[in-house]
């Protein structure tokens, strides 16, 4: 169990366990990304991870609430695996 910042870039990740990020995207089971980073607003707590989904740039925004997605963010490898 670690946390986003576990993630190396560059790697390939699977999704093994879905997640909802901050703007509603569902994250299913399989999907595939390549890791390239994140970035961090501290004003609204916004941590937004930067990923290469079949060659397309995504950037998905996650919360550092309790009450949105602290949780998955801080234990980002119980969802996804290297692959």
Do not use: C, D, K, N
């Given at each position: 169990?670690?946390?986003?910042h576990a993630l190396v870039?560059?790697?390939?990740?699977?999704?093994?366990?879905?997640?909802?990020d901050y703007d509603g995207g569902l994250?299913?089971?399989?999907?595939?990304?390549?890791?390239?980073?994140?970035?961090?607003v501290p004003y609204d707590d916004e941590l937004t991870l930067h990923v290469r989904a079949h060659g397309v740039p995504r950037a998905y925004r996650l919360q550092w609430r309790p009450e949105e997605q602290e949780a998955i963010i801080e234990n980002f490898t119980d969802f996804i695996t290297a692959c």
């Open positions: 169990m670690a946390s986003i870039r560059g790697q390939r990740y699977q999704i093994m366990r879905e997640f909802v994250h299913s089971v399989g999907e595939t990304w390549l890791f390239e980073g994140t970035t961090f």
